[in-house]
Nanobody, 120 residues
Framework: QVQLVESGGGLVQPGGSLRLSCAAS????????MGWYRQAPGKQRELVAA???????NYADSVKGRFTASKDNAKNTGYLQMNSLKPEDTAVYYC??????????????WGQGIQVTVSS
């Protein structure tokens, strides 16, 4: 079994910063690619950042230059550094990790979601 646990969300003022973490645990052989999604009330879930196995990064236009995705394969953990936060960044953020287990089964797993609220 593999579990993803997110942390680092909360309430921040506009212009502030937060760093989300997504820690994977369980019978993990390799921590591959991962993505960060968000879902605001009444809206569809959207991909905001992705990082490939090779470490290449892609971002939604709305967060380019403000968000940075990274991962530490040794710790089986991914991060989303969010700077210059805006009220429209308010949403529940989810991580999705592509993980290979010790039984050589490769699957995608979701974190539980964490609330980020940007408000003065």
């Amino acid at each position: 079994q593999v579990q993803l646990v997110e942390s680092g969300g909360g309430l921040v003022q506009p212009g502030g910063s937060l760093r989300l973490s997504c820690a994977a645990s369980g019978n993990i052989f390799s921590f591959n690619a991962m993505g960060w999604y968000r879902q605001a009330p009444g809206k569809q879930r959207e991909l905001v950042a992705a990082i490939t196995v090779a470490g290449n990064r892609n971002y939604a236009d709305s967060v380019k230059g403000r968000f940075t995705a990274s991962k530490d394969n040794a710790k089986n953990t991914g991060y989303l550094q969010m700077n210059s936060l805006k009220p429209e960044d308010t949403a529940v953020y989810y991580c999705n990790a592509d993980i290979t287990t010790r039984w050589n089964i490769r699957s995608a797993y979701w974190g539980q979601g964490i609330q980020v609220t940007v408000s003065s």
